[in-house]
C-alpha cells in the first residue's frame, strides 16, 4: 500500500467512524443519554460561524461607547438576544465615576440557565467598547472610540452562541452569562495617572463583586473571556487566574488540550491582567479565571490591535472563535 493510499484510508475510516457515533448520538433520547453511565458526554456543536455574526451584530452599532446611543441600542440588542435563549435575563443598572469625573451609566446583563439549581457556574465577558485608541499607531486617533471587535465584543458573542445552545441542550449544572459593562473604560495613556488608576478598570465587575444581581449570588466557579478572537490567539495561565483558581485552569487547559487545541491553550504561565476576574476574585468568593490573549514581550502587553482602531471586524478570526467556543461548551457540558 502506499503511503497516500493508506493516508486516505484512514480519514476514511476516521470520518466513518465520526459520522456513526454522531448518527447514534443524535438518536438517542435525552433519557437514554442520562442513563449511559461513564464519561460519555453529549455535547452540542458549537457553531463559529453563528458566534462570528453575534460578534458583527455589535460591531455594527459603532463603538459601545457608555453614555451613547450605540450603547444603549447594543444593550437592548443584548437583552433581546438573550431573552430568545435564556430562561430568565435581567439587567443590573448602576452608575460609577470614570477616571475624569464622568457619572458613567452601566448595565449589567445577566442571563440565567436553570435559575433553581444549586450548582451553577458562570460565563462572563465585558460588552462595552473602549473610548479611546490611545494604542493606535496614529497619535491623531488616540481619543477615537473603538470597534472592540476582539476587545469585548468577541467574548459576548461565543457567549451568545453558547446561549443558542443552552437553550437547545440543557446542561446539567445551572448557567449564567453575565456580559459586564464599564469594563474598558480605564485612564488613557493621555491622562494623568493617579495612585487610584488601577481601579478605573472594570466598572462594571467592581460593581456586580460588591453588589450581586441577588444576595448571597454563588457559582462553584466563573470563566472571564476577553480577546478571544484574533488571528492566531494565544492563552497563557494569567496570573491572578493561577492565584486564586489554579484548579480550574488546569482543568480547562486540559480539556482544550484533548480537544486538540494545545496551540491555542499555552501551558506557559502568563503575566497577571487586571481585568473582570481580579475584582471577583478579591471581593466575591467564587473562583474565577480569565482566557485572555496577552504576551508580555509586545509593547502593551497584549495583541497586536489592542486599544487601536484595527480592533475590528476584519481582525477577526473565526478559527479562534472555533476553539474557544469549543472549548469552553465542552467545559460547561462536562460539569455536573
Ligand atoms: C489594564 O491594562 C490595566 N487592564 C487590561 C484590562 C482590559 C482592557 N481588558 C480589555 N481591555
Ligand atoms: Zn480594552
Known sequence: MTKKYSLSMLILSVFLLFS?????????????????????ISVPPFNADSA?????????FGPRVPNTAAHQKCALYLQNKLRGYADTVMVQEFQMRAFDGTILNGKNIIASFNPKNEKRIFLSAHWDSRP???????????????????????????????ARLLQIQKAEMGVDIILFDLEDYGTPEFAPRTANSENTWALGSQYWSLNPHYPNYNAQYGILLDMVGAKNAVFRMEYFSMLYAPQIVKDVWKTAATLGFSDYFLLENGSSVLDDHYFINRNSQIPTIDIIQHDSKMASGFYEHWHTLNDNLQNIDKETLNAVGLVVTQVVYQER
Request: charged letters at 25%.
Open 20 to 40: 456513526c457515533e454522531n448518527g447514534k448520538k443524535a438518536q438517542k433520547t435525552s433519557a437514554e443519554l442520562k442513563s449511559i453511565s461513564g464519561n460519555e
Open 52 to 60: 462570528f455574526s453575534f460578534v458583527a451584530a455589535q460591531t455594527a
Open 132 to 162: 479611546f485608541a490611545d494604542h493606535d499607531p496614529d497619535a491623531a486617533n488616540h481619543k477615537t472610540p473603538i470597534d472592540g471587535a476582539n476587545d469585548g465584543a468577541s467574548g459576548v458573542g461565543i457567549l451568545i452562541e453558547l
